[in-house]
């Protein structure tokens, strides 16, 4: 089961990591800043595959990178 919640704390702590406000990684990866926002405070549990890819590309990771901390299991 994927945690949303990890998900949402994972994006926040790697945009961090590289000093990027939610503008910036909106800007690196085509996803909106309200979608960004909303994962970040674990508000959108409808994250697509292609956003997920979007922000994994920008943050320069895997995809399984990316999500292999929010599976619960």
């Known amino acids: 089961m994927f945690n949303y919640e990890h998900f949402g704390r994972r994006i926040a702590e790697l945009r961090k990591e590289r000093n990027w406000r939610i503008q910036d990684l909106s800007c690196q990866s085509g996803v909106s800043i309200t979608i960004i926002s909303q994962l970040e405070n674990n508000q959108n549990k409808n994250i697509t595959m292609r956003t ?22």
């Open 52 to 73: 997920i890819y979007k922000l994994a590309k920008a943050f320069d990771i895997s995809v399984q990178d990316l999500i292999i901390e929010c599976e619960e299991g």
